[in-house]
């Protein structure tokens, strides 16, 4: 009987599993641009979605356009950026070779979704096993979201030159650039030094302020690698508050701000040729499918995510002469909500891009 009611039991528990795994899917497999636009509708007062649309210089979208959101991976497009200001100074060399041990120093593994690990299968089929170009460790942080590449790229171009780009762009309400690697190990490094349980780790987090919380990550980057005890215990900290308490802390800008960014990288005059000749082919990885070069002059997007927060940042000029920037960041996500999103999210951009009717529409909708 005890056998028969523990079968029984598991039985009931995996049947309701696949169940619920074939909704999702299904939820998943049917969400458009219409589950998009709901989502924002239905979270603008409680300030989990912020979108902001323009279209040939008109805004067309403005949905909590100054509310600080966590960027994510979003973040990179400013890194990029520095790196293409210093190429074209001449201060680093986009061909000199970067050994692969030295970016796997900085990759923590089952902290990034096998983004690195996905790019280094890409670049080890081209360059093999030893070294490859610097600007293929730029490409991976844009096109993979290596985060191992982008603390690679912060310790060599400099954190506060990277921020200097956030002066450059105008940027007031944009928070400091600084390492996403690391950051994972400041819950740790608390706990080593002082002996702390994580229910008291995870309160001291929550009761630091970010100028000292991100010194502390600034300083572990600057060490860099943790300590073995560092790294064992950042594994046994990789529970939901943690991860929350990281989500919530990584830099934060708005999507007014963003669109402004993409609009200055649209126009391709607020940045040199010299400059742009090293960041459109990081940026504008879309730009290499060849149905994409048949209806866009350029195009480039980057976008992040966490287990809580989906962003993208976005611009494109077409053939037809249409130019559009768009940013949208959310916030407070579940799985389902995250998956819909981003399924969505791609094809939002295509419908506003392509289609008159439907741009006018969600002007009506939104601009108000």
């Known amino acids: 009987m005890i056998m028969w009611s523990v079968a029984g039991g598991v039985s009931i528990l995996v049947f309701f599993l696949v169940l619920f795994q074939v909704h999702f899917q299904r939820e998943v497999s049917q969400s458009g641009p219409a589950d998009l636009v709901q989502f924002v509708c239905d979270n603008e007062s409680s300030k989990r979605a912020a979108l902001f649309i323009r279209y040939n210089g008109e805004v067309i979208a403005s949905v909590n356009p100054s509310v600080r959101m966590p960027l994510a991976s979003t973040v990179k497009i400013i890194v990029a950026i520095e790196y293409a200001r210093q190429a074209a100074d001449g201060r680093i060399d986009p061909e000199q070779p970067v050994s692969l041990d030295a970016l ?6 089952k902290t990034d979704g096998g983004a690195h690990e996905a790019w280094l299968s890409h670049v080890q089929a081209m360059y093999g096993n030893d070294s490859v170009p610097l600007s293929e460790v730029a490409s991976g942080m844009i096109a993979y979201s290596s985060n191992a590449n982008t603390e690679y790229l912060l310790q060599l171009l400099g954190i506060n030159n990277v921020n200097d780009v956030l002066s450059l762009f105008g940027l007031t309400d944009h928070e400091p650039v600084y390492p996403l690697v690391s950051t994972l190990f400041v819950p740790a490094r608390l706990m080593t030094e002082n002996e702390w349980t994580k229910k008291q780790t995870a309160q001291r987090i929550e009761q630091m302020k970010l100028a000292e919380y991100r010194q502390c990550s600034i300083d572990i980057h600057e060490h860099w690698p943790p300590s073995h ?10 529970n939901m508050t943690f991860q929350k308490l990281w989500s919530d802390r990584l830099p934060r800008s ?3 701000e963003y669109a402004t960014v993409m609009a200055k990288l649209n126009s391709k005059s607020f940045l040199s040729k010299e400059v742009h000749a090293y960041l459109d082919p990081v940026l504008e990885q ?3 499918e060849p149905a994409n070069q048949q209806w866009l002059l350029h195009a480039g997007k980057k976008g ?14 077409a053939k037809d002469g249409g130019r559009m920037e768009l940013a949208f960041f959310s916030d407070g996500l579940t799985v389902l909500e995250q998956a819909k999103l981003l399924r969505a999210l791609n094809t939002f951009e295509r419908e506003l891009l392509q289609n008159e009717s439907y741009r006018q529409k969600i002007k009506d909708l939104f601009s108000g």
Not at 104 to 109: G, I
Not at 229 to 238: A, G, V
């Open 104 to 109: 796997r120093s900085f990759y923590v593994p």
């Open 229 to 238: 005890q560092e790294i064992k215990h950042m594994y046994r900290m990789m």
């Open 254 to 256: 708005t999507v007014e």
């Open 286 to 288: 879309i730009m290499k």
């Open 304 to 317: 992040g995510s966490t287990a809580f927060v989906l962003t993208e940042a976005m611009y494109a000029t």
